[in-house]
């Protein structure tokens, strides 16, 4: 697809690069331009022009073919379909494409384009694609068995069967994001990424409001690797899914529980349990200790609207994590809408109010 004034953009920013002399060779036309010297330059600009570029001529269609492994076309926001269909048979080495939508534009027929065609194809972006069934999962089942990084938020129209389905072929998925896809998560869905992705690390659940405890687990036991969670939104869930992720999802970094009302302090104090039995051990130097408990444990939790939670087991879990934080800027301990957690604080806030002078009375 050639796009009239940004080709011509292109020609005239690119040609008096291209008149000069390089090994002993004149390049006096566009087919002399060395493929290595062509990709270095299409890597400056935007992916508009990289378009316009593999319409200049076909020595220039063949190399891009060959060489382009990163689209993103979230700036079309007229015709994607259309454009993604033009494409796919020309980017076969694509491994990464970024296809996230404003309004609803992409159809099968395109992931089916991309299935085909773009068999190298590691992360894919498909947010908020409205339009696209379960046929495009199965195509992509078949077609894109290397993906390591899916994004289906806001997908509503696809099944929790089609989505089991897709984790069969698609075994090394690390990434994947349901949020917002209520019909195609459940715990049927969840039994099958533990059975079938066990490499995973970061899944985002958000607002699937169908899963309970059972998926919860299904997914901790078969994901032990899991680094990233959010089940914001999972109103069914109950402390038995925390205590299954604390006991099996030892890396476990990041978990969003946001208005997971179900939530007691027990999930908390099992937080707080693993972290302690998971801390290095004491034949280790203490800074080898700190940089890798760091590094392992939890740093990022989002608790807001959990208002059957205490203090003091809240509290447990900050202290057992040093990057937990409530101070001001960091915040990665989240409570919002807990009144009756205003005291839980994190060792920062601690240590400043200690070095603090306090005057004499």
């Given amino acids: 697809m050639v796009v009239g004034e940004t080709s011509m953009e292109l020609d005239h920013q690119c040609f008096q690069m291209m008149m000069m002399k390089m090994g002993g060779v004149n390049i006096r036309e566009w087919k002399d331009i060395p493929v290595e010297l062509l990709m270095r330059i299409l890597s400056l600009v935007d992916d508009r022009n990289v378009i316009a570029a593999s319409g200049v001529c076909c020595g220039w269609r063949d190399a891009i073919s060959l060489g382009l492994t990163r689209l993103r076309l979230s700036w079309c926001n007229n015709n994607m379909n259309g454009l993604v269909l033009s494409l796919a048979p020309k980017f076969v080495k694509l491994q990464t494409l970024i296809l996230r939508q404003d309004k609803p534009q992409l159809e099968d027929n395109a992931v089916e384009a991309i299935a085909n065609h773009c068999h190298e194809l590691q992360e894919l972006d498909l947010?908020?694609?409205?339009k696209l069934t379960d046929r495009s999962l199965y195509a992509l089942a078949h077609g894109c068995p290397n993906l390591t990084k899916l994004n289906l938020s806001g997908c509503t129209s696809f099944s929790d069967k089609?989505?089991?389905y897709l984790t069969k072929f698609c075994r090394n998925l690390k990434v994947l994001n349901l949020c917002g896809c209520v019909n195609a998560v459940s715990d049927y869905t969840l039994e099958a990424i533990g059975n079938n992705c066990n490499q995973m690390q970061s899944l985002n659940l958000g607002w699937c409001e169908n899963i309970s405890d059972?998926?919860?687990?299904?997914?901790?036991?078969?994901?032990?690797d899991l680094r990233t969670l959010d089940l914001c939104g999972c109103v069914l869930i109950t402390d038995e899914s925390v205590v299954a992720l604390a006991d099996w999802c030892i890396h476990l970094r990041s978990l969003g529980l946001y208005y997971c009302r179900n939530i007691t302090?027990?999930?908390m104090y099992s937080l707080a349990q693993s972290g302690v039995k998971n801390k290095p051990g004491l034949w280790q130097s203490s800074a080898k200790k700190s940089s890798k408990y760091d590094?392992?444990?939890l740093r990022s939790?989002?608790?807001s609207q959990c208002t059957a939670l205490t203090p003091s087991a809240v509290q447990a879990v900050c202290d057992t994590f040093p990057a937990l934080h409530t101070c001001s800027g960091r915040h990665s301990l989240v409570m919002s809408g807990c009144l009756n957690l205003t005291?839980?604080?994190c060792a920062c806030i601690l240590q400043a109010h200690r070095a603090v002078p306090h005057s004499a009375h």
């Avoid at 947010?127 to 409205?130: D, G």
């Fill in 127 to 130: 947010s908020k694609s409205l």
């Fill in 162 to 164: 089609a989505i089991a």
């Fill in 214 to 224: 059972d998926g919860v687990m299904s997914l901790a036991y078969g994901c032990p």
């Fill in 265 to 267: 302090d027990r999930a």
């Fill in 295 to 297: 590094e392992e444990g």
């Fill in 301 to 303: 939790l989002n608790i």
């Fill in 343 to 345: 005291s839980v604080h």
